[in-house]
């Protein structure tokens, strides 16, 4: 069961790039990583998904070292509309699904 | 819009009485999943379902129980409310297990 960790809050300011880490020392061999954002009430948003080295999509990348034993969200150029709640979630197919608490970012203008 | 439907939007209920929450999965996805959010909390796991059969169970109470229909859409059963189970309920769903998971809209649950 791989537990998570990331920071709890960050702050930025429009126009930045933002990298949120999350650390996952026990991941196992099959896991994934995925990444969602969450504004308040409402459901999560598939942001991301990755196994290793690096994927990039329309809205991020995922950068995963060798070890694999964390993994960085980066958001290009944020702007206010990017606040919200990002969750890093690593699971296999049959263990019980921790989100954790997440990491709180903060667009300041 | 993810593609997952949930019902209903609200819900208010007093303590002691039964609801059940349904959930109609994207097209084409066999796993569902239901989820708990208190106030400011953080997502707590309920269950996972793939193609009829439960998968996965996380800290779900024994007043709660779920179930996954031939035709893929989920229901969950809360029983005996209790004030504490005040919440926003999530489902999603996915193809398989550990793929990205679409989250539904939420059902918030009001006890009194």
């Known amino acids: 069961l791989a537990k998570t960790t990331q920071p709890i809050s960050m702050d930025s300011y429009e126009g930045q790039e933002v990298n949120i880490t999350c650390s996952h020392n026990?991941?196992?061999?099959?896991?994934?990583i995925t990444w969602y954002q969450q504004f308040p009430s409402q459901g999560p948003r598939f942001i991301i998904q990755g196994y290793k080295t690096k994927v990039t999509n329309e809205v991020a990348s995922l950068f995963i070292p060798a070890d694999r034993k964390s993994s960085t969200l980066s958001l290009p150029r944020v702007s206010l509309s990017d606040t919200a709640v990002y969750y890093c979630?690593?699971?296999?197919?049959?263990?019980?699904?921790?989100f954790g608490k997440g990491t709180r970012l903060h667009i300041l203008p | 819009d993810s593609g997952v439907t949930q019902t209903p939007k609200h819900l208010i209920t007093a303590t002691g009485q039964r609801v059940t929450l349904r959930c109609s999965p994207r097209s084409g996805d066999l796993s569902v999943y239901w989820y708990q959010q208190s106030l400011d909390q953080g997502l707590q796991f309920l269950i996972q379902y793939y193609n009829g059969e439960e998968r996965a169970k996380g800290n779900i109470l024994e007043r709660f129980s779920a179930q996954q229909f031939p035709d893929l859409h989920s229901e969950l059963n809360l029983s005996s409310l209790e004030l504490g189970d005040s919440a926003l309920y999530f489902c999603a769903s996915s193809v398989v297990p550990q793929d990205e998971q679409y989250f539904g809209p939420g059902t918030r649950l009001t006890v009194t």
């Open positions: 026990n991941i196992a061999t099959n896991d994934y």
């Open positions: 979630l690593v699971g296999a197919r049959d263990d019980k699904i921790i």
